[in-house]
């Protein structure tokens, strides 16, 4: 079993920056993928980006390219989504999710472990 928990969102001015965390634990969890997803208020929950096991790999969502960056350091069983340019519209709650898998995915479905989700306000 792998628990999942994020920290690091708060309020934030349009164009600054946040990271996120997730802090893993439970048995193996340095052989999952991993992924950070947001759902905004009224909206389904959407990918953002995901990490391999081991962190060579990367994937982002459209409009995460070039201002979001997924990393994670398996020695303090830590991942984090450090976002910058932030926008009125990444307002959203912030879930970390880890899957069986080495490799990640762009589809919630595909996720067994979940946090409980921090709060991303960019406000102008």
């Known amino acids: 079993q792998v628990q999942v928990v994020e920290s690091g969102g708060g309020l934030v001015q349009t164009g600054g920056s946040l990271r996120l965390s997730c802090a893993g634990s439970?048995?193996?969890?340095?052989?999952?993928?991993m992924g950070w997803f947001r759902q905004a208020p009224g909206n389904k929950r959407t990918f953002v980006a995901t990490i391999s096991w081991n962190g060579d790999t990367s994937y982002y969502a459209d409009f995460a390219k070039g201002r979001f960056t997924i990393s994670r350091d398996n020695a303090k069983n830590m991942m984090y989504l450090q976002m910058s340019s932030l926008k009125s519209e990444d307002t959203a709650v912030y879930y970390c999710?880890?899957?069986?898998?080495?490799?990640?995915?762009?589809?919630?479905?595909?996720?067994?472990?979940w946090g409980q989700g921090t709060q991303v306000t960019v406000s102008s």
């Open positions: 999710a880890a899957r069986r898998g080495l490799y990640g995915s762009p589809r919630d479905r595909e996720y067994e472990y």
């Open positions: 439970g048995s193996d969890v340095n052989t999952h993928a």
